[in-house]
């Protein structure tokens, strides 16, 4: 409730006249007041002549604490406002008056009906659905929206009973109305299936082919291709069992060169002798095709080069109890041991940065032994070979026959941009048939 002091409107007195000058005075305008004029001039100069204070002379609304005023904007008769806008109005002396706001009016004209009272209900009760349990109006009420005023339901409740009790359809009343029950779509106010469940039993239950349950439905089981609606299996899985769970990477050769390159090492200075076709020198490929650094004769002095694989996505086994492995086929014939050393040579290494960065590999069988790093037999070369004193396979490969060759592939090397390597060097003195590549494999470990 706020006060307000009013000044007398109309308050007013007489000219001072002479004490005997208050009997028989006529009265002076037209007000509520004029019947005890003459007496409101007495009584301001003191006089106390029985007439001025007969009750026929004395207006109740003109008396106050012995003195005679009038305010226009009080009626003291009726205790009841006037100009006090939604507030009452009291005198409470000769010269002051109050206005008391009413209800849950406020400001300084009582001109501001806060928060959720209803100003067209005198500011004496909530509006809209808003509930009063704190002399604030501040509950809205279960289901009932308080960004829309309270004067609408929350989410997808509708209001059949002013209540907004009633949560329709395939929405979820345990979920505030907000989601749908199962597996409907919200995004189709629950009238049809979210992402590929299917409507059986009018509840979106199912999940069907390869589409994963647990994922929602909308990822596939194990390796089956997202791209192709889980029909086929990712690149590189095999549908052994309808299960897509066999991981094999083949690169035979033999209608192309399966994403393999080729390039100079040393800065692209050094030989690059690496080709693919059928070999007619010193050994024929493992079946068909295959690369090697001289398919027709002997590998050249200075060679520095390495054929590099395409760029194979193995991510997916960072989350997998499986664990892959490199498998290829190679023979070699390379120069032999002497002066105590091995000098031309052979090594596969792994990338985990598509080919930004590599690592020496672990194969099994293993390298036949460390390279000289003596420049000297390179001093008509471009540079030293790559290889120079690393371990390498060297000489002649056991048994002069084809050999696979195992290397394990660690989980740093799990990323979508995975590449191998064969890489080959020589010096400028004694050369042979060289290495062949041919059938290699990614497969899941035993």
Not at 209 to 214: H, L, T
Not at 248 to 263: C, K
Not at 311 to 327: G, H, K, M, N
Not at 332 to 341: L, Q, R, S
Request: glycine residues 8%.
């Amino acid at each position: 409730m706020r006060s307000q002091v009013l000044s007398p409107g109309l308050a007013f007195v007489l000219a001072s006249v002479a004490a005997t000058s208050c009997f028989g005075e006529p009265p002076i305008g037209d007000h509520p007041c004029n019947d005890c004029l003459p007496c409101e001039t007495c009584m301001l100069h003191g006089t106390d002549e029985p007439a001025c204070v007969a009750e026929e002379h004395h207006h109740s609304a003109c008396g106050v604490d012995g003195h005679v005023h009038w305010y226009d904007s009080c009626d003291a008769d009726e205790g009841i406002k006037a100009e006090c806008n939604n507030a009452t109005c009291t005198v409470t002396s000769a010269t002051e008056a109050t206005c008391e706001c009413d209800n849950h009016w406020q400001g300084s004209d009582c001109e501001i009906c806060p928060g959720n009272w209803d100003p067209t209900q005198d500011c004496a009760v909530c509006q809209n659905h808003w509930i009063d349990e704190g002399d604030d109006c501040g509950t809205c009420p279960d289901n009932w929206d308080p960004y829309q005023e309270c004067n609408a339901c929350a989410n997808h409740w509708i209001d059949e009973d002013n209540d907004c009790g009633t949560c329709p359809g395939n929405w979820d009343p345990e979920q505030d109305c907000i989601a749908c029950v199962g597996n409907w779509d919200p995004s189709e106010n629950c009238e049809e299936c979210e992402f590929n469940w299917v409507d059986e039993g009018n509840d979106c239950g199912t999940c069907p082919g390869n589409w994963d349950p647990d994922a929602s439905c909308a990822d596939c089981l194990g390796q089956w291709d997202l791209a192709t609606a889980c029909t086929e299996c990712m690149e590189n899985w095999l549908d052994d069992d309808d299960d897509c769970a066999t991981y094999q990477y083949l690169a035979d050769f033999e209608l192309d060169a399966d994403g393999f390159t080729h390039t100079h090492l040393s800065g692209g200075s050094g030989q690059d002798p690496w080709e693919r076709g059928e070999s007619t020198s010193g050994q024929s490929c493992h079946a068909g095709s295959c690369f090697g650094t001289n398919l027709d004769g002997y590998y050249p002095d200075c060679q520095d080069a390495a054929l590099v694989s395409p760029a194979i996505d193995l991510s997916w086994f960072a989350d997998a109890p499986q664990t892959p492995e490199l498998t290829f086929w190679h023979w070699y014939n390379i120069e032999p041991f002497n002066a105590d050393t091995w000098w031309d040579g052979a090594l596969v290494q792994l990338s985990d940065s598509d080919g930004v960065s590599w690592h020496n590999a672990d194969p099994t069988p293993s390298y036949d032994g460390l390279l000289s790093d003596d420049p000297d037999p390179y001093e008509d070369c471009a540079d030293v070979a790559y290889v120079a004193g690393r371990s390498a396979w060297a000489g002649d490969i056991s048994g002069n026959a084809w050999t696979q060759v195992t290397v394990p592939i660690d989980d740093e090397f799990y990323v979508e941009e995975f590449r191998f390597r064969f890489v080959f060097g020589s010096d400028v003195n004694v050369v042979d048939h060289g290495w062949l590549i041919d059938d290699i494999e990614i497969r899941l470990a035993d």
